[in-house]
């Protein structure tokens, strides 16, 4: 039986083509839905700025996410906070090309 998904783990803000997005925790299956959600809200023109810094798990459901959110809008997503073992999951996937990654 499947838990069901933290509440606090996807959390966002849009305000004037300004998108906040916050993933904690576990990123995984459960949280497809509510990651959907984000993805349609953001608009075409909106600067997406998505916070990574209490990610403890990010997989195929998280990929997925980032995936279809650069095709989704015209900006580069902005990532924050990024811990580095999902830095080396972007680099190995080719996803760091696509977003811009905070410099070490």
Same mark, same amino acid.
């Given at each position: #039986? !499947? ?5 606090? @783990?996807? /959390?966002?803000? *849009?305000?004037? *083509?300004? #998108?906040?997005?916050?993933? *904690?925790?576990?990123?995984?299956? /459960? $949280? @497809? ?5 984000? *993805?349609?809200? @953001?608009?075409?023109? &909106? ?12 997989? !195929? ?9 650069? &095709? $989704? ?10 811990? &580095? ?12 090309? #696509? ?6």
């Amino acid at each position: #039986m !499947a838990t069901p998904a933290e509440p606090d @783990a996807v /959390q966002w803000v *849009r305000y004037d *083509r300004l #998108m906040l997005v916050w993933l *904690r925790g576990a990123i995984d299956p /459960q $949280h @497809a839905p509510v990651l959907e959600r984000v *993805r349609t809200v @953001a608009g075409r023109d &909106d600067r997406v700025v998505l916070d990574l810094t209490a990610v403890t798990f990010f997989g !195929a459901t998280a990929l997925n996410f980032l995936s279809a959110l650069v &095709d $989704h809008v015209y900006k580069p997503v902005i990532i924050s906070g990024l811990p &580095d073992f999902i830095r080396e999951v972007l680099t190995r996937t080719g996803l760091n090309g #696509m977003v811009s990654l905070p410099v070490r």
